[in-house]
């Protein structure tokens, strides 16, 4: 590289950088980003027109900026992406503090339960609610959770 090619690279990386600096706190990570995206973009430029850059790499760098605009528009066009998300946010985690009778009342069993029983309810809830099923990570979690308790008891 020459030292002209050096000092230029140089001087924008500092202008970058303070351009950068000179945004409020809020926007700093924002605006990092659109720097780092913009500096990608000149070098991919820089690449495809030197020949340096294989003609797919140039492709799929021009195709970036589209997949980013029209990312709303997956979105609306997929809503059981954003139903699953929303799914995921609104189940609680499930806390450790189960008691006996609301482990019971999960696998729907009555107090006294054999260990089969427990073992056969457990199997059942979870053919019809894990994940992988369209069930709830949520749900599934409870239902480990219940049989864990009645079996450790």
């Known amino acids: 590289m020459n030292p002209i090619s050096f000092i230029a690279i140089v001087i924008l990386l500092l202008l970058i950088i303070s351009w950068v600096r000179s945004k409020p706190k ?6 990092s980003i659109q ?4 500096i990608l ?3 991919m430029l820089f690449l495809a027109i030197t020949g340096k850059m294989h003609w797919l790499g ?3 760098a021009g195709l970036v900026p589209l997949v980013k605009g029209s990312l709303p528009w997956l979105l609306r066009a997929l809503p059981f992406l954003r139903s699953r998300r929303q799914q995921q946010q609104n189940n609680p985690k499930p806390t450790g503090n189960m008691s006996k009778q609301e482990a019971y009342e999960i696998l729907g069993l009555k107090d006294g339960a054999s260990k089969e029983e ?3 309810a457990h199997k059942r809830l979870m053919q019809k ?3 992988d099923r369209g069930g709830s990570d949520w749900l599934a979690s409870r239902i480990n959770a219940a049989k864990e308790k009645l079996l450790k008891e």
Not at 26 to 31: D, N, P, S, W, Y
Not at 35 to 38: D, K, N, S, V, W
């Open 35 to 38: 720097a780092g995206l913009i």
């Open 41 to 43: 973009a000149l070098i």
């Open 129 to 131: 609610a894990h994940p």
């Open 26 to 31: 809020g926007l700093r990570r924002k605006a």
């Open 58 to 60: 140039a492709l799929i």
């Open 118 to 120: 427990i073992l056969a």
